[in-house]
């Protein structure tokens, strides 16, 4: 097929489902492959794909599907030339800070996140990428192509690891990986042997990718005081990933804020050439409401934020995730990280999520699910949170009034928090 015919001639490519084998993260690198080469068009969509695709979706190259954290799927379409323009913005970046300027920004890539979702694709889109640009005979990643079934932990991470950064360094390129924020987490605070070794291993990485969800503070100080080089992205399926590097959006990315309040704080806008071209739907339509048209277009995120004076991103959480109890408003997120700061509750509480739960009297009630460490009575998790939090000058009102120990958050398939999940467990 000839790259330069309209990408709503090309076949769909749509791999067998994902089960994190070698062989099943195979099919997916190679169909992305096809598909950024122009030869193909990838599904990874919800649903099957259209018998025809709707008027201004003719350039479509790649559907996959998000859920943000509401849990509820779609089908975002994405263009090449979007993927390209993401993939040589981080490039531009890394040419430009060091992190790979001997390779014009590129390196050989360690897949560790199912190629279900925009980041674990553009993982394996960026290795490809290498290839087209230095012109190697194939996409920079460790061949075989790692098995990922099992438990995430320093022992895999190590198995992993070691024969990617020796592929890397015979082809003289950086090494580069991407996580999510528990799986950060599990190879920064283990104290076990191959902890140790996992974390010697994971400071050779030229660039360590983490998003997917909110990273706690601690963590992150504990990767940058040992020497691993940890870059926070913030993005999303509608801009083809991360956008925001460490709080900066990449070359070519214009941040601002709709209708900022008193204290800055608004909802976000992201004008970039990485942009979606909208929603496909399982009749065959299509939504782009939340893309405005303009030069550049522009996509109105579900997120809250705010902009310093030099123009980083500050995510305070997503407009619908607000509590209002009282009458009063309440970011799950200033409770989160209120929980994750305090002194009184570290080593305790190891991972937290805040939601509303419906109440008659409050309209809504702030509770919390927890994590604790082995050994603490779950029974005194309510009265424990609630007073370290009073502690830290929380204002009464964002106090959870219940908190609920959970063996494990529960999580959406990328890592991120599955916040209806959690509050159907709250209300349960």
């Avoid at 940058?224 to 940890?230: E, F, G, M, P, T």
């Amino acid at each position: 097929m000839d790259p330069a015919a309209p990408a709503d001639s090309r076949p769909w490519l749509v791999p067998p489902g994902y089960d994190a084998s070698a062989a099943s993260l195979t099919a997916h690198a190679d169909a992305i492959g096809e598909m950024l080469a122009g030869r193909a068009r990838l599904w990874l969509g919800p649903f099957p794909p259209p018998a025809q695709l709707p008027p201004g979706f003719e350039d479509t190259a790649l559907v996959v599907p998000t859920s943000g954290s509401t849990g509820t799927a779609k089908a975002v379409a994405l263009t090449r030339t979007a993927l390209l323009a993401s993939q040589d913005a981080t490039a531009q970046l890394f040419a430009a800070d060091g992190t790979a300027a001997d390779t014009r920004g590129h390196g050989f890539w360690l897949p560790l996140l199912p190629p279900t979702h925009i980041a674990g694709v553009q993982v394996l889109a960026r290795a490809h990428r290498t290839a087209q640009v230095l012109g190697l005979p194939a996409p920079a990643l460790p061949s075989p192509l790692p098995d990922l079934r099992g438990h995430f932990d320093a022992a895999a991470f190590v198995a992993l690891a070691e024969p990617a950064l020796a592929q890397a360094e015979q082809a003289g390129l950086p090494a580069l990986t991407s996580l999510v924020p528990t799986q950060l987490t599990r190879l920064v605070t283990g104290g076990t042997g191959p902890d140790a070794r996992a974390r010697g291993l994971l400071k050779r990485f030229a660039a360590v990718l983490v998003g997917g969800a909110a990273t706690s503070a601690d963590v992150l100080a504990r990767a940058r005081s040992l020497k691993i080089a940890v870059r926070t992205t913030y993005g999303s399926s509608e801009t083809a990933g991360g956008c925001v590097y460490d709080r900066r959006p990449l070359p070519g990315v214009e941040l601002r804020v709709q209708e900022p309040d008193a204290a800055g704080a608004g909802r976000l806008l992201i004008a970039s050439p990485t942009l979606a071209t909208g929603y496909l739907t399982a009749d065959g339509g299509a939504d782009t409401a939340p893309f405005l048209p303009g030069a550049p277009r522009t996509f109105t995120t579900s997120d809250l934020a705010e902009l310093d004076a030099e123009g980083a991103l500050t995510v305070l959480g997503r407009a619908d995730d607000v509590i209002i109890t009282g009458g009063r408003k309440v970011l799950p997120q200033d409770v989160e990280r209120a929980i994750d700061r305090s002194l009184m509750l570290r080593g305790m509480v190891r991972a937290s999520v805040v939601v509303g739960v419906e109440d008659p009297e409050w309209g809504q009630r702030v509770e919390a699910l927890v994590t604790l460490a082995p050994g603490l009575d779950p029974a005194e998790a309510t009265a424990l949170v609630r007073s370290a939090l009073r502690t830290s000058e929380v204002p009464g009102h964002m106090l959870p009034k219940r908190v609920h120990v959970v063996e494990e958050l529960p999580l959406l398939g990328i890592g991120k928090v599955d916040r209806a999940a959690a509050r159907r467990l709250a209300a349960g």
